[in-house]
């Protein structure tokens, strides 16, 4: 019995697939990873996670991403290992490919887990709605498959490093596994979100900012804790701010130790980029927005009055 991990990587293992291994952890069985492509350049990492076996398929047929292709890999794979859970992380590809796989083997797959409840029969909890909600799942027997939701644990190599065997498994994609393929890369524009995704302090903003002017005292505000500025989507789309700094479904996903929103509802599709938040104290003129009342602390009252004054109070502590 062992739990098959679907690798992302390029010079080195994915952050998602590093907290995917990491969550493995948590399932008590052997853990074995399966590599589209070369492992080498990853195997001494994968060993730093406790991959005990590494299926690796390559070939033509894999020389670009095609979802259906991977997926016969990932099914040889999982035929190869004896794997009776096959998991990836929950990015668009990771879910992509093992939604293949699930239909292939003809069995349910859960995509966003975030806990797994219990081994047997294997039920696990995973986000909805954004994350604003919680459902529980009854996966199949025989095969349980599912991607685990970004930032559902933090990446933490394992106490008893590996060298991972390495097995090749032998599968030739068909034509219909490479009807849907990529046919070209371009590099993007470099990233602009800068450390949003990984500051520890995040200072959000919305539409009670009342102005592209509305943001000095909240840029204060960042830079006197050292932190990033995080906005809503009606904020990027007013173009109060840029997109870079946009939270939620179609922004960034943060995780800070401090989300401090200010002015913000608290929307689902914003609550889904900051709800892994260790701390959220909302600041909102309004007792009843949803954001005040998920919050672990809140003052109620206008931000252009809140703000000044926790900065001249930061300010004054500073020079103390
Ligand atoms: P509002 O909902 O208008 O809330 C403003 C808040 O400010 C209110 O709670 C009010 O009480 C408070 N306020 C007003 N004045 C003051 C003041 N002076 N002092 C203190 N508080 C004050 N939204 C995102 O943020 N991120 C996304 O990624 C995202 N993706 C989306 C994707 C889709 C498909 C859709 C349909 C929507 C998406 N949205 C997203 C939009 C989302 O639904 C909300 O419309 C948006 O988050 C609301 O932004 P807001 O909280 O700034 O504004």
């Not at 095969?143 to 097995?167: E, I, K, N, R, Y």
Request: a negative charge; proline letters at 4%; hydrophobic letters at 45%.
């Amino acid at each position: 019995m062992s739990c098959l991990v679907l690798i992302e990587a390029h010079d080195s293992i994915s952050e998602v697939s590093a907290e995917t291994l990491t969550f493995a952890r948590s399932l008590e069985t052997q853990i074995d990873a399966v590599v589209v492509g070369s492992a080498d350049v990853v195997l001494g990492q994968l060993g730093e996670y406790g991959v005990a076996r590494v299926f690796q398929a390559g070939g033509e047929g894999f020389a670009a991403f095609a979802p259906a292709a991977w997926a016969a890999a990932v099914v040889a794979a999982v035929e190869a290992a004896g794997a009776t859970i096959v998991i990836a992380g929950g990015s668009p590809r990771g879910n992509e490919v093992l939604a293949h796989v699930a239909a292939r083997r003809d069995v349910l797959m859960a995509a966003n887990v975030v806990t797994v409840e219990q081994s047997e029969p294997l039920q696990v909890s995973r986000q909805v709605y954004g994350g604003a909600a919680l459902e529980v799942m009854e996966l199949s027997d025989g095969l349980g498959v599912f991607s685990v939701a970004g930032h559902a644990c933090a990446p933490a190599a394992s106490d008893a490093p590996t060298t991972p065997q390495v097995h090749d498994v032998a599968v030739s994609p068909t034509s219909s596994d490479l009807a849907v393929r990529v046919a070209r890369t371009e590099a993007g524009a470099p990233d602009e979100s800068g450390n949003l995704k990984s500051a520890k302090v995040v200072v959000g903003a919305g539409r009670g900012a009342g102005s592209a002017d509305g943001f000095g005292e909240l840029m204060e505000l960042t830079d006197l804790l050292g932190g990033s500025l995080g906005v809503s989507r009606v904020v990027t789309s007013l173009g109060w701010r840029p997109h870079h700094e946009q939270v939620g479904q179609t922004g960034s996903r943060i995780s800070p130790d401090l989300y401090i929103p200010c002015g913000i509802s608290g929307a689902i599709q914003h609550w889904a980029g900051c709800s892994s938040a260790k701390t959220i104290l909302a600041i909102n003129s309004d007792p009843d927005a949803p954001m005040v009342t998920r919050a672990h602390y809140a003052v109620i009252g206008d931000l252009h009055e809140i703000v000044p004054a926790i900065n001249e109070e930061l300010r004054r502590r500073a020079s103390a």
